[in-house]
Antibody, heavy 126, light 110 residues
Framework: QLELQESGPGLVKPSETLSLTCTVS?????????WGWIRQSPGKGLEWIGT???????DYNPSLKSRVTIHVDTSKNQFSLKLSSVTAVDTAVYFC???????????????????WGQGTLVIVSS | QSVLTQPPSVSAAPGQKVTISCSGS????????VSWYQHLPGTAPKLLIY???ERPSGIPDRFSGSKSGTSATLGITGLQTGDEADYYC???????????FGGGTKLTVL
């Protein structure tokens, strides 16, 4: 059974870089899936941060693109998130997830997250 | 403000049926597949429906999904107290080039 577990500091100072790691167990990160990060700010809904394929191709939320990097480490079966220049608005629960992302011949996009970690709370505060 | 619009809350009695709506536009729901998630705070969100109406293995047929035009609906029959959770719809927005979610609907089983 596939399991994902987020890890990283729970407190980050403003202007610094938030760094999280997602460890995948029960399956290979080099399989035919994408790997994504999603966050949920207090009292708000889900926000997609970005997604990476194990080969290295990535796509990011345009509103965060200038500050986000996602990296996959196939040797450790992990992928990571770095979000730079954080402010209080980046305080959220951060989830990692396995993702299906396929553009059908019709042009319609299959886009969903089929396995999630339980999330980790990151607070941005001095 | 979320790109997809859901009602903030719905409620129904045990054993009854409830539906949760998700409204979008032609650039997201209208032309792409919709998924639905169940989330109990503090736990991992769970995929309930993908590709508009498909259930992953292990998801009971009490949960169903449908789509019409630029709106999608999640249906839950035979409500149980264990169904109390937040429910989110999601899809890809081809114009914004962005994965989008609804704001979430809190289900209360009275």
């Amino acid at each position: 059974q596939l399991e994902l577990q987020e890890s990283g500091p729970g407190l980050v100072k403003p202007s610094e870089t938030l760094s999280l790691t997602c460890t995948v167990s029960g399956g290979s990160i080099s399989s035919n899936y994408y790997w994504g990060w999603i966050r949920q700010s207090p009292g708000k809904g889900l926000e997609w941060i970005g997604t990476m394929y194990y080969s290295g191709s990535a796509d990011y939320n345009p509103s965060l693109k200038s500050r986000v990097t996602i990296h996959v480490d196939t040797s450790k079966n992990q992928f990571s998130l770095k979000l730079s220049s954080v402010t209080a608005v980046d305080t959220a629960v951060y989830f990692c997830a396995r993702q299906r992302w396929i553009t059908a011949y019709s042009g319609r996009v299959e886009y969903y997250f089929d396995n999630w970690g339980q999330g980790t709370l990151v607070i941005v505060s001095s | 403000q979320s790109v997809l619009t859901q009602p903030p809350s719905v409620s129904a009695a045990p054993g009854q049926k409830v539906t949760i709506s998700c409204s979008g536009s032609s650039s997201n729901i209208g032309n792409n597949y919709v998924s639905w998630y169940q989330h109990l705070p503090g736990t991992a969100p769970k995929l309930l429906i993908y590709d508009n109406n498909e259930r992953p293995s292990g998801i009971p047929d009490r949960f169903s999904g449908s789509k019409s035009g630029t709106s999608a609906t999640l249906g839950i029959t035979g409500l149980q107290t264990g169904d109390e959770a937040d429910y989110y719809c999601g899809t890809w927005d081809s114009s914004l080039r962005l994965g989008v979610f609804g704001g979430g609907t809190k289900l209360t089983v009275l």
